[in-house]
């Protein structure tokens, strides 16, 4: 098959199916690194995954030039950090639709042209 490059993702925020892709990525190899600011959080996802970064902010995992960037959070807080990684010409995966006004979404296209 060749010798093809791993691609490392980035998963930010950690809700239950954010924990399970998590592991996933995890055993396949592929996971980078998580976001994480809950400080009893990040010591679990320490000690659960061994040889990953753990980042207290998103600017700072935007700094390590992971291919692409999950993004598992709360609704009022996923527009501002998908705009943020579009804004730095990131691949984003969005766990579901964004729950914003129909501007915003127009918005968040015209950025990932």
Known sequence: MGNLET????????SQWGQKLMEVAY???VLG???????????????SYPG?????HIER??????DNYVV??????????????LNNKKNVFIKKVLAVASGDISELIEISK
């Open 7 to 14: 691609k490392k993702v980035c998963i930010i925020g950690d």
């Open 27 to 29: 055993e396949m190899g």
């Open 33 to 47: 690194g998580v976001v994480e600011s809950n400080l009893k959080k990040y010591m679990v996802l320490l000690k």
């Open 52 to 56: 990953i970064i753990l980042h207290t």
């Open 61 to 66: 995992a935007i700094n390590e030039g992971y």
């Open 72 to 85: 598992d959070v709360s609704d009022e807080n996923k527009f501002d950090i998908v705009r943020y990684l």
